[in-house]
């Protein structure tokens, strides 16, 4: 079974207040993608910031730092301006989320407050607007340790599993298999990066043909500290 | 453009001195795939090692842990079992890449030598035998700090940048962007794992819809050590 990966193509520049549902259905309609069971909607969380307001002033370097700063639970390394943060979602990124790109000149985008409420929220609209059983991931770019680069990352979902657990799943010589869990939305979040282009300014991508359903929640990713051997 | 990810089934196990590309041409006419230009075939680096005769004895843990001490230019931390190890590559991974899972009892298989080599070979083959120009990348399953399971990543890649350097593009605002590689060969591998599942065996796919080409090395992803701050 192979799977596709759509852009959504059309999407406006989202305001506070602007119904994301109302505003995606758009998207795919202009794109010609009509979901179907199983699809999975992707979103870039910035216009899921954009629209419940999470944007802030932001008019110098200092101001922006400081933006930083509040958003931190806690912060674990510090060069120059840039802050390695554990937000208060439990997520360790940098500037703990607040993002100064694709943005109006003097201002800065917050994550959402709880971004998988906020897919669940998406979800339920575009489930009651089109009657498809979908599921939702709301994604960030992050930066990693030890690779260069960045990856998309989910900090949001409804409707799947963040982790599939494989463990006690037979391998290939019908050996049990140890340590298989598979960070499953991550590399849904990945993958969706693939269809939308940072330049091209695609915040959503459906990503169909995973036969997944589940409930679970993007903070289940987030390593709990006695775990972690990198903090 | 859409992205399509097909897998790529009927791939027999792989013996030490088997010729990759033709296994993998047979999987591509079983699963009725035929490349064009720009398709990625995405492999995963098992039956690489494996064709490469890169794997050895590991009767029990100790062998294991002394394999993979041995795989390792530095351990950055151990816990119990565990060793968090950078390879001569420079990548950083659980146990230096050595792995048990999916290999017969008792056995344990390395990283290839030099998988951006490895993917470059394929990538030749292939080429040579379907005429279509298409590039290779080589994965691993790696975990990763602060966030819990596993995700693919690319340890070798042919025909394709490793990092989209995206600084110095316009963003929506007209503004120039910021700090934005996108580690584009590692959203790749962990596209394709969807389209292969771990428990069903599917060690290939083939994604097609990017429009990349390009020259880049596996290892333009290990960040350097002072760049790092986490090690």
């Not at 193509?9 to 119904?19: L, M, R």
């Not at 933006?67 to 703990?96: K, M, P, V, Y």
């Not at 282009?197 to 289940?220: M, Q, S």
Request: with cysteine.
């Amino acid at each position: 079974m192979s799977i596709e990966i759509f852009p959504v193509q059309g999407i406006p520049e989202v305001a506070p207040g602007d119904d994301l549902g109302a505003v995606i259905l758009s998207g795919l309609e202009a794109s010609d993608v009509a979901l179907i069971d199983r699809d999975v909607v992707v979103v870039t969380h910035k216009i899921v910031s954009k629209a419940e307001g999470r944007i802030e002033a932001a008019p110098d370097d200092d101001a922006y730092r400081r933006l930083a700063e509040r958003e931190a639970r806690a912060i674990l390394r510090r060069r120059g301006d840039l802050i390695i943060a554990q937000t208060e979602h439990g997520f360790i990124c940098a500037n703990a989320g607040v993002d100064r790109s694709n943005v109006p000149e003097g201002q800065a985008v917050l994550l959402p407050a709880d971004a998988d409420r906020s897919a669940h929220h998406i979800r339920v609209n575009l489930e009651r607007a089109t009657g498809a059983s979908i599921a939702v991931v709301v994604t960030d770019t992050f930066g990693r340790p030890w690779r260069r680069g960045l990856v998309d990352v989910a900090i949001g979902v409804s409707g799947l599993p963040a982790i599939l657990d494989l463990r006690g799943s037979p391998d290939t010589h019908d050996r049990t298999m140890h340590v298989t869990e598979i960070a499953i939305v991550d590399e849904i979040a990945a993958a969706a990066d693939l269809a939308m282009g940072k330049a091209d300014a695609i915040p959503v991508a459906v990503v169909r043909g995973l036969d997944l359903t589940g409930d679970g929640r993007a903070t289940d990713l987030v390593r709990p500290p006695e775990e972690d051997m990198f903090r």
